[in-house]
């Protein structure tokens, strides 16, 4: 299971949603504490480097369609307080997703 803590102001529920009713990608909500801030991806059992390469593209694509930036470089400093204003931005390779520094 690898979890993805996802900025402040995202619909965790609304990119689920998209990602089952679009993409045919199941993945779950954040549990506990992190109820509302994260999602997660279960890759345990009968995976394979194709579902689970299927999944990422699924959850890739919901992203986008909610308006998220994915990859790149961060914007620098100046730009960084506007562009959290308009939309949240996913940059973290890591397993946990951070918003940028203010």
């Not at 619909?11 to 045919?24: L, S």
């Not at 390469?53 to 694509?61: M, P, R, S, Y």
Request: with cysteine.
């Amino acid at each position: 299971m690898t979890t993805i803590r996802v900025p402040e102001g995202f619909d965790v529920d609304a990119m689920r949603a998209v990602a089952r009713d679009r993409f045919g990608v199941a993945i779950a909500g954040g549990l506990g504490p992190l109820q509302g801030q994260a999602f997660r991806i279960g890759h345990l059992g009968d995976s394979n480097p194709a579902t689970i390469l299927g999944c990422l593209g699924g959850v890739e694509a919901a992203l986008r369609v909610q308006g998220v930036a994915i990859g790149g470089k961060r914007p620098a400093p100046d730009a960084a307080s506007q562009a959290r204003s308009r939309k949240p931005s996913i940059t973290s390779s890591a397993s946990v997703a951070k918003p940028a520094p203010a």
